[in-house]
């Protein structure tokens, strides 16, 4: 097949021009001319110069493609001005998607974010002395609204897979993928994801908050994407994540620790204080201009367990099942191999 990729120097996308090119499909890559490409190296496809403001040019540079995939979006926790992420998330993604449909092209991939999900579901069992709690993993049937949008990327991608349903249901080909907290090779920038391995690995973080994400490795997630497009029902939604990967905070650091051989914090931070810290760090950065250590955003989402089932891929789209503990182990050793630690053999820092 022959496939355009929008956002191909991201850290997913990088990984799905890799797997398209191996499975032997031809690929076109939207890049801007600053992209940082080192996470393409390798990889024999197509470059094109544009963004997802030109719809006109999309049209021209999608056309005789079978497949688009659209990965390109604006993240930030904290920006002085919004509308510009509004702009390229939103609008960017029905310029992308019409100018996808124009083109002729026969499948349209929109990758979103499983903070458009519904919030797990808590449940609480009482025994004789005292109540269980359990945390539901949420699915693409979770009840979810506009106003579970705590911030303004959330808000952005919720209001970009609205528009991607609304021209699904009018015709376009349109599936939509969701994936949860990938990690593993290429995370060149890094992603929030990343940075807690490498500031981990750099001894950073000497205390974490109770929340819980869902690993799934960056390989399983491009697959997904390509099985979306394969077999992916048009209007629909799937969770690309791992089914054994909804983990703690606290889980995850000790398996770092075991990886990598780096001590695991021991020291919870309450919530009100992490809370307290983000106030006062979102203070000073609009005093100085530069984006917060703890941007309020981030710790609003640490509220929740992050914690999804992905049930309907595996078995709608055969997604398949890296073990979260290998795609820890492959992001330690890509970032590692790489040069984004400090670490020094022997020294203890």
Known sequence: MRCFVTGASGFIGANLVHELVVRGHQVKGLLRPESDTHGLQGADFERVNGDVSERVKLIAMMRGCDWCFHMAASYHLWLRDYAPMYAANVKGTSNVIEAAVDAGCSRIVYTSTVGCIGLPRITRSRGRESADERIVPSDEATPVSEAQMINHYKLSKWKAEVVARELAAKGAPVVIVNPSAPVGPRDVKPTPTGRIIVDFLDRKMPAYLDTG???????????????????????????????????????????????????????????????????????????????????????????????????????????PQTPPKQALMDAVEWFRANGYTREAEGLDR
């Not at 994400?213 to 799937?238: F, P, S, T």
């Not at 307290?276 to 760090?281: D, I, K, N, Q, R």
């Open 213 to 319: 994400l869902n690993w799934v490795h960056v390989r399983d997630v491009a697959i997904g994407q390509i099985l979306a497009a394969q077999k992916g029902c048009i209007g629909e939604r799937y969770i690309l994540g791992n089914a054994e990967g909804n983990w703690t905070m606290q889980q995850t650091f000790a398996v770092l620790e075991e990886i990598s051989g780096v001590p695991a914090p021991k020291m919870r931070i309450p919530y009100s204080v992490a809370m307290t810290a983000a106030h006062v760090s979102e203070a000073i950065a609009r005093l100085t201009g530069r984006p917060p250590k703890a941007p309020l955003a981030g710790v609003r989402m640490a509220k929740h367990k992050m914690w999804f089932s992905p049930g309907k891929a595996i078995r709608e789209l055969g997604l």
